[in-house]
């Protein structure tokens, strides 16, 4: 299928959708760099949903897996992924089974139980067939599976000259080695192993022949690993592997919810959000990163690593600190056009797999992102003043200096104080802003905007960079140059004001293009300038007016822009669709001011739509048609899901309606007019961490504002409330 209508660069990274619906959900597992997608029958089926299979680094090394009973598919009864999600679990029964017009074992005798667990580059499988027929059974059980070694690139739709070579399977008595040669030189292996051992074995099936007598149960076990090179890829018993995978999640290492509210669906959405990040979380040499989402993005993102951190920072600083020594290893030192990289710049993304090793696609390590480097500067001022950890920034004191240095010489292109974006690399993002879509940056009839583009939050990304990095120079004992950034904050602030704010949008510009003509659209990229504090007291409360409209609030959320635009179409990705990080920056801006409306109506209006999707989870973004009564919100067909900021979102729209600050150098946690949305009359924060002391609060939701009370304390902590 090809994806007409667009320009080659359009074409270049757009994510083909299947052409037919398939009724069928589908179930995700991860652990660190490898993830799976199944359909409810635990199966994969690359035929039926192209992006179905068990995924390593980028690559898919299982495209096809099928549970067969005497040849035909089993009858679904039930399928879910467990809470945590860490096991995906299926059961089954069989249809009536026929032979010579006769009916041999009728339908519902037998019931088949599949869990399926991710652990270290290995799926792990348990089968359960239970009799429950008077009678004994002879039962013929088979696993077909194939793998095509697809790069995420070729699933998402990038056509390949060439591809390397498929090798000789390896099939032993009881376990079947897949493995392909890439142009790239690695060898990926895929291996299949099962006890007891099958009755037959070839290098696309294994059969089984059970006898079960009435009323017994028989167990069989598979594990498939994913190794690439020369290394050698180490299994472990199912009951092992399952053990190893709860004590890490319960070990507190990942992100840890202490939330609970009054209302239980509101709970079962922030639990949802939770588990996701945790799933998402994914050990780098430098800590727990939050990859961006499965199944396409699937890595590190400069950008949303820094945004989920953000949204989750009063929660779990340690994802932050993870985030920000990542980047600071990756951020680079050296101009490279190819990669659109230049001294000091942070990570857009990086990518593993073959078509990256080869320069197929330029995202091996990429570095096309506009505002990653100054939101790694901002997420730095906020880790310390949310920690207090002078001595972690200390250490990556130099990588801020360096991303500063960027902003200065690099990010501003023409010397105006702005920054600005185009392209070096032939092959990169045209769009390297948050809305990176081809046709995301245009002008009021339409028309897309040439570059060098600036756009209006990158600007306010910059202002709040250079105030967060003035607080650590002042930590740091750096008066001079706290004062010089203070006094580039303000000098930037004065010309933003004047060039982007457009009276009769009350909003700022989205953007301006190569001649500095404003791009007078109306989008929530105002939103985020009354996040970062560039926007003007007055200014400020004409964007929320503005974004509280009809013509931006669908009654799902805020769109990413008006529907009154040239470009508006609620099924976009960027221009008329939801999505929940946005709203949630929205929401975080919008709570600074003490009337609390819009972040409670985001809020309301986020934690409704989650009822709607699969398990409370809110998707990458959906789309913004207007809310239907009675109507589920539209989704999005290839939105990723789960997606790392969006998981985030509820936590920082609750903290804004919370007006939650923790200022951990000065020991004090302050509520600024907090508000509770109706419906949830008290939350119940635990275990709060400010620096080494910790606390218990509960709020209770009044008539006419909200109450805080300690419940525990274990260290000196103030805790002052406002309004």
Known sequence: MAATGLSEAARRYYILAPEIAIPEDTHVLKHDQTFALFNDFGDIDSRARHDEGLYRDGTRFLSHLALTLYGERPLLLSSNVRRDNLLMSADLTNPDVYTEGRVIVPRGSLHIFRAKLLWKDTCYERIHVRNFGNEPLEIVLALTFAADYADIFEIRGERRPRRGSMQTPRVDAGSV??????????????????????????????EFELLLESRTEQVLTFTIGCSAGTGTLATFPYEQALRDAERERASGGRFVCGIETSNDQFNAWLQRSAADLNMLLTHTPFGLYPYAGVPWFDTTFGRDGIITALECLWLSPDMARGVLSFLAAT???????????????????????????????????????????????????????????????????????????????????????????QRRSPSGLVQQGWKDSHDSVFHADGSLADGPIALCEVQGYAYAARIAAARLALA???????????????????????????????????????????????????????????????????IVRTLCSDTFFSGWGVRTIADCEARYNAMAYHNGSIWPHDNALIAAGAAQMRSKELALRILRAQFE????????????????????????????????????????????????????????????????????????????????????????LRL????????????????????????
């Not at 790239?184 to 009755?199: W, Y």
């Not at 419940?711 to 103030?718: H, K, L, M, P, T």
């Open 177 to 206: 080695e897949l493995a392909y040669e890439g142009l790239d030189g690695l060898t990926r292996r895929t291996r299949l192993e099962c006890r007891p051992m099958p009755a037959r074995a070839t290098a696309s099936s294994m």
């Open 331 to 421: 951020q680079a030192t050296q101009l490279d056009p190819v990669n659109d990289a230049e001294p000091g710049k942070i990570l857009h993304e990086a990518r593993g797999g073959e078509m990256a090793a080869l320069g197929e696609v330029p995202f091996g390590r990429y570095y096309g992102s506009i505002d990653s480097t100054p939101l790694f500067v901002m997420l730095a001022g906020e880790y310390f003043v949310r920690t207090g950890d002078r001595a972690f920034i200390e250490s990556i004191w130099p990588n801020v200096r360096a991303a500063l240095e960027w902003i200065e010489r690099y990010g501003d292109r023409d010397g105006d104080g702005f920054l600005e974006y």
């Open 476 to 542: 740091l004992h750096d008066e001079d140059l706290a004062e010089d950034l203070v006094r580039a904050a303000r000098r930037l602030r004065e010309r933003f004001l004047q060039a982007f704010w457009c009276e009769d949008l009350g909003l700022y510009a989205l953007a301006l293009d190569g001649r500095k003509v404003p791009c007078r659209v109306r989008s929530s990229n105002a939103g985020h300038c009354v996040f970062t504090g560039i926007a003007s007291e007055a200014h400020a409360r004409s």
């Open 609 to 696: 739509a989650s009822t709607f999707f699969e398990s409370n989870r809110l998707p990458e973004l959906f789309c913004g048609f207007r809310r239907r009564e009675g109507k589920a919100p539209t989704s999005y067909p290839v939105a990723c899901s789960p997606q790392a900021w969006a998981a985030g979102a509820p936590f920082m729209i609750l903290r804004a309606c919370l007006g939650l600050e923790i200022d951990a150098p000065a020991e004090r946690v302050l509520f600024r007019y907090p508000r509770l949305p109706a419906g949830v009359n008290e939350v119940h924060l635990k275990g709060l961490t400010v620096g080494d002391a910790a606390i218990d």
């Open 700 to 723: 209770h939701r009044y008539a006419d504002g909200v109450g805080v009370s300690v419940e525990r304390g274990a260290g000196a902590i103030d805790v002052v409330v406002l309004g």
